[in-house]
């Protein structure tokens, strides 16, 4: 099962946008324009409320006790506090707006992360499922 966010982006591209606000050194003085920062952090604002959406609907089909099952639920409980946090306003600084981008781009990743091992998880339990399953007819 894909995400949902294929439909808006591809995980190609959101992980390009990743790997460009992860590159920014925030301590140093090359930091993007806050107005770019920003829309960046709107981006994987948006982004990550897909994804948060689409992995909280696979997280229904698994055993509530599992490893993977808590990994996505921890990862769901961070998701949902700090994607709906208030936006920064525009008179920020270039490094808060960096910072708070760089902050959601690894949420983001964080989420993919998750989605990603909660698919491979469900596709083992449908594996395990249908091997125990005896066809009609036989025996």
Not at 42 to 52: A, H, M, P, Q
Not at 67 to 82: F, K, M, N, P, V
């Amino acid at each position: 099962m894909t995400t949902t966010v294929e439909k808006i982006h591809d995980d190609a591209e959101v992980l390009a946008l990743v790997a460009t606000a992860l590159s920014w050194d925030v301590h140093g003085t090359d930091l993007p324009a806050v107005e770019d920062a920003l829309s960046m952090a709107k981006e994987f604002t948006s982004y990550g409320r897909i994804i948060l959406d689409d992995l909280r609907t696979q997280c229904l089909n698994l055993v509530a006790d599992s490893d993977i099952a808590a990994i996505a639920h921890a990862t769901l409980g961070e998701a949902s506090r700090r994607l709906y946090l208030r936006p920064l306003a525009g008179s920020t600084s270039p490094r808060s707006a960096a910072q708070r981008a760089q902050n959601l781009a690894r949420l983001v990743q964080s989420l993919l992360r998750a989605v990603g091992q909660v698919s491979e998880a469900r596709a083992l339990i449908t594996r395990q499922q249908s091997a125990h399953t005896t066809p009609k007819g036989t025996q």
